[in-house]
Structures are given as C-alpha cells and as structure tokens.
C-alpha cells in the first residue's frame, strides 16, 4: 500500500508546488488534477507532459492518477444530446491523450448528475456506452479508466459498490476498473467491505478523508465522523495493495501544506499503530 495526495488541494498553487510538497512530507505519489492552472486537459501540450515527466522524477514522487475536471463541466458522460455526447468524447480522448502523454496508468472518470428529467436508466445506458468507447481508446495508449463513484446529492448514477460492479460488467472491459472514496458508503449507510468484497481484483485506487456524516464533505483526517485509523486496519486485513490518496477539498485549499502535514503525521501514527515492526 502506498500513499498519495491530490494537486486538486493546491489548485491556488502552480503543479509544480504540489509536488515538492508531496515529496517534504514523504508521500509516494501526487494525483494530479485536470483543472487550471495544473493539468487541464487542453493545456497537456507535449511541453508541459515533458515537465510533469521531469517533476516526477527530480522530487522522486509518482503520479499513480490523472483527474481530468469533469462535474458541473459541459462535458458529461451521461448526457443524452448528441452534440454534447460528440464534444465529451472528444474532451475525454483528449484527457487520454495527455495521461499517456505524462505516462501516468490510470485516469479518473464519474458519471456526473444527469438532469432531473432524464431517467437513471437511459443515463446508465449513455455512461456505459461511452466507458466502452473511451475504455477501448485508452487501453491503445496504456491508460486505465477508472470509475469513482459519487454521493446521492453529487449524481445518483453510480453511487455504490453494486453500482460500480455492475458498470464493470456492462461495459465490459479489463481495462476499466472502479475505486472507493470513503465517503459516499458512509452516506449511503455501506459497509466498505463491500467494495473489496464486490470489486476484488478490479479496485486499486482509494480516496481518503474525513466526513460530517451528512454531506460530501471531504475534511482532514481528524475532524468527522470516520475512524480513519480503523479504515486502514481494514484495507490492511483485505491485502489492499494499491494506493490510498487523500483528498481534503473541503477545506487544504485554506492552507494546503499545513493540511498535508497534517495529514502525514496522521497517516504515520496510524501505520506505525497497525504496523509497529514496518514489515507491512
């Protein structure tokens, strides 16, 4: 198991901030965001891939996900209009492009809020149906998508491990997985189990944080409802050996690298509980 965090809490930062912070607070990887001013999907010139690809190596930091930007975007994976279906494919080829381009594995995809007055059904079909499109894209470039899935108040697409099991199934690729974000089986009252249980071998990727209880809020590890320290017993006790990334937007855009440390010596105090010896 490895840990990361997220260039999305230093969005008030240029890239590179991000990640020599990662690297002063020991983390083995940054997940970049496909926002401005970092990474977004257009602005991946082979330039900027080329410096990313330099970061990663002169801060000896990983970048195990790419996050292109897209909730509340005009791109959704979801949508039923045709020139909105055409303009998304091509903001998420894009988005591949670039991933490969700054040779990181997997990029982040969700099925964003369809509208009210689409039915779930019909925006399932459109998810699903683009996932195999842009599935198959990546796979020819050594890109891995990966689904998140979002609380009921964010999309209610694909909000639980059924949920992402399922779109696994229908769409039918290996190269497509899905990942747990602590905090929406806490809203819809999940055990976390059921995503190692249900996902096994197709989940290696874990968003990180703390909760209200009530909200999407993702806050610092200490300050919720969550027991974190117990949440990594438990990814532990199912071998997770993939990374665990914290995401604190709730609030690390205030003072991301106070946050981060935070973060790091709180991740360090309870790996050192669950694993006193270092031998994990």
């Known amino acids: 198991m490895k840990f990361g965090c997220f260039s999305l809490d230093f969005r008030r930062f240029p890239l590179e901030h991000a990640f020599a912070a990662a690297q002063k607070y020991g983390f083995d990887g940054l997940e970049i965001w496909g926002g401005r001013p970092h990474a977004y999907p257009q602005d991946v010139t082979s330039e900027l891939a080329a410096q990313v690809r330099r970061w990663k190596s002169v801060y000896g930091v990983e970048t195990p996900m790419y996050t292109p930007v897209s909730i509340g975007m005009p791109y959704n994976l979801c949508a039923e209009n045709q020139q909105e279906r055409q303009d998304t494919l091509a903001y998420f080829r ?88 602590v905090v929406p089986p806490r809203i819809a009252h999940e055990p976390l189990s059921s995503y190692f249980t249900k996902l096994r071998g197709r989940m290696q990727y874990i968003h990180l944080c703390n909760n209200d209880g009530r909200t999407d809020a993702h806050t610092r590890l200490d300050v919720g409802e969550l027991p974190v320290e117990d949440i990594l017993r438990l990814i532990t006790q199912y071998r997770f050996d993939g990374y665990v990334t914290v995401e604190l937007y709730s609030e690390n855009y205030r003072d991301p690298e106070l946050m981060l440390a935070n973060a790091a010596r709180l991740l360090r105090q309870y790996s050192n509980r669950l694993d006193p010896e270092g031998q994990g």
Request: glycine share 6%; aromatic share 4%.
């Open 94 to 181: 894009k988005a591949i492009d670039g991933c490969a381009a700054m040779e990181i594995p997997r990029m982040l995809v969700v099925a964003d809020h369809p509208g009210y007055t689409v039915r779930r059904r019909a925006a399932w079909r459109q998810f699903v149906e683009n996932l195999h499109i842009l599935g198959s894209y990546g796979a020819q470039r050594g890109v891995r998508l990966v689904i998140e899935p979002l609380t009921p108040m964010e999309s209610p697409v694909i909000t639980t491990a059924d949920d992402c099991a399922d779109a696994l199934e229908d769409i039918g690729l290996d190269t497509v997985e899905a990942m747990l974000d």
